[in-house]
């Protein structure tokens, strides 16, 4: 289907070929707009989410990627995100219906080669602790994978 360089880092195996080649898409599209970002980050909550990125001014945004409407549909744990984010997407590929997904957050069609944004989310800034342990999961996710990449065998 895809060439081995399209997922080059370790997976998980819980998302499926669509939902990565939207994630693959998503990221290009933020690094794009000066964005970094980490995916399957664990939250304070519990949760775990799809992409978390960062801009240079600390501002932080959750894609929740969606890769069929039965996926958005058995999908109940979405909402608890925007406590962990300035601005929450979601991120889907073409075939998916746009107008399965809730007007108060926003919407980004994606493939495995880019991304466009459909639908700019609305702002609702975090507290300032949770934006400060944000940063750090962020941060030590981040560092901890590029380690595990440099040296397989520290993990």
Do not use: N
């Amino acid at each position: 289907m895809f060439g081995e360089d399209l997922f080059d880092l370790p997976r998980d195996g819980r998302q499926s070929e669509k939902a990565l080649m939207v994630q693959r898409g998503v990221g290009r599209l933020l690094r794009a707009s000066g964005m970094v970002m980490v995916t399957e980050l664990p939250l304070a909550s519990g949760r775990r989410a799809d992409v978390v990125a960062i801009d240079d001014l600390g501002d932080f945004w959750i894609v929740e990627v969606k890769s069929s409407v039965e996926d958005f549909r058995c999908d109940l744990k979405w909402p608890e995100y925007r406590h962990h984010c300035d601005r929450l997407f979601f991120a889907t590929h073409p075939d998916v219906p746009a107008d399965i997904f809730p007007g108060d957050a926003g919407l980004i069609v994606a493939d495995a080669f880019g991304a466009e944004i459909f639908r700019h989310a609305p702002e609702h800034r975090m507290a300032s602790s949770t934006r400060r342990a944000m940063l750090l999961r962020f941060a030590r996710a981040a560092a901890g994978r590029l380690h595990t990449l440099y040296d397989p065998a520290a993990a």
